[in-house]
DNA sequence: TACACTTATTGTATTTTATACAAAATGTTA
DNA sequence: TAACATTTTGTATAAAATACAATAAGTGTA
């Protein structure tokens, strides 16, 4: 296509009017994954309308003329789980011309991380039914969502390594072991406990409480507390998990 | 917004006609480095019309609704420096309601990484002029360039610790010094000589050839070239500089 | 109470990697 | 041939990763 067909950019003479581009929609979809117990879900919806009728897929929306892109992600996660304040991030655009039966969409991934029992998504109107689906084992998903996943579940190793995602899934005292399995889940990896804990013994952001566990039926273990604040310096200073 | 607006998902009961939706464009702007003897610079263009006429910016384009994302990407790269075969990364999706002037446009940014003394890009009908400018020295840029562009430094410095986006930045063959060199610049940090090439020096991917430079006044380095296949299959078991 | 049991926590010895710095090598140039 | 500039190799030390063992602190049970 030659440089010329542009409009918007000021060279007129041999261009698509300007009201042809106007034509397209943008959508989200939200890779809202869930982790408890040393498990690593997926929130999927089953459409409840064409296309795609009863296929199941990521939950996602158009997004309105009026809208931020950022806006319109967490409406879409507000509509299904109630929740607020859960960290998003902007995965990746997938902008495929037959990405869409109804037109031109493209559409923006992101990417959130909730504890998957403290949360009960209801159905809605556009969903027939909503699901946790082990990332393990997830059904035939209605248009590139599949894509879509499989970029997101890298995206996610990576993110918590970097960002404090996590600061939704782990109860708000806990201990080096969960935090540990954790990551076991999310990288797919084994860790030495004792190196483990070593390796996290000088980070200023895990706050040692004078408490432990109760009714455990052995050593109870100390119990822990995030202080974001510091995360957020030491990451801003570079930090970065190295497992 | 309630969930019931919408309609792409099936409800159309207070739903805003799907038509509306369908009135937006999208666009893509390239954030072209440009790395040559340890400098860093982008690639601007002087805007030819409005709005922001004569104002700096990013070369992008709208996106034609027959074409996807990643064509448009390269289609506005080829335009401008008349390269193909550039490796282009997607770096983020800006989509503020009001970020364009003349209606709702979100922006997909896409980065590449060029030797610019290679390049001679040509202005056109869109572009008054171009011209590579330090990354330390960036002038007033038109839209939300500025905030695209400070991303995209940030993306890059990742990138090239775990991508061959830099393999067209080097010569064919090149000295361990020049690679270290694009290394401290894009990083902007310093590495001992001695131990940089000891880092190196096990890299399956670095073929040593039987060659040394000519014509310098000092010790001739060995020459080095890059094995792409081996680089990417590094990069697939999980291979990443730690520099 | 004493002892088994389970997991938490600390420790230690070994290997590997990072770091700082120096020495030697190899071309050009005067 | 010696000065020069950079490459290349080496070495000594410090730091970090790893494997694995020992000890601690609860619960449950004889």
């Given amino acids: 296509m030659p440089a010329s067909r542009s409009l918007i950019q000021g060279d007129d003479m041999y261009a698509i009017p300007i009201r042809?581009?106007?034509k397209?929609?943008?959508s989200v979809d939200c890779v809202i994954f869930g982790y408890h117990a040393g498990e690593l879900k997926v929130l999927l919806i089953q459409r409840g309308s064409e296309p795609f009728e009863n296929f199941w897929a990521l939950p996602g929306d158009l997004v309105y003329p009026d809208e931020d892109l950022d806006s319109a992600a967490n409406r879409v996660l507000m509509d299904l789980t109630s929740l607020t304040d859960i960290p998003i991030r902007q995965v990746h655009t997938?902008?495929?011309v037959d990405r869409h039966p109804l037109g031109r969409v493209i559409t923006v991934a992101y990417l959130a991380l909730v504890e998957f029992t403290e949360l009960s998504p209801h159905a809605s109107s556009w969903a027939r039914q909503t699901?946790?689906?082990?990332?393990?084992?997830?059904?035939?998903?209605a248009f590139d969502h599949k894509e879509i996943l499989d970029r997101s579940v890298l995206d996610l190793k990576t993110l918590v390594l970097t960002e404090d995602i996590w600061s939704k899934v782990?109860?708000?005292k806990f201990t080096l072991t969960q935090f540990?399995?954790?990551?076991?889940?999310?990288l797919n990896k084994r860790f030495d406990k004792g190196n483990f804990r070593k390796k996290l013994s000088g980070a200023p952001f895990l706050r040692?409480?004078?408490?432990t566990q109760k009714n455990v039926s052995h050593r109870p273990s100390l119990l822990y507390s995030l202080d974001r604040k510091k995360f957020q310096s030491a990451r801003a200073k570079g930090f970065a998990f190295d497992f």
Same sequence: chains 1, 2.
């Fill in 24 to 26: 397209s929609a943008f």
């Fill in 208 to 211: 040692q409480l004078n408490e």
């Fill in 170 to 172: 782990l109860p708000e």
């Fill in 131 to 141: 699901r946790w689906h082990p990332i393990s084992r997830i059904p035939r998903l």
């Fill in 180 to 186: 540990q399995e954790f990551f076991e889940c999310v």
């Fill in 94 to 96: 997938f902008g495929k």
């Fill in 20 to 22: 042809d581009f106007f």
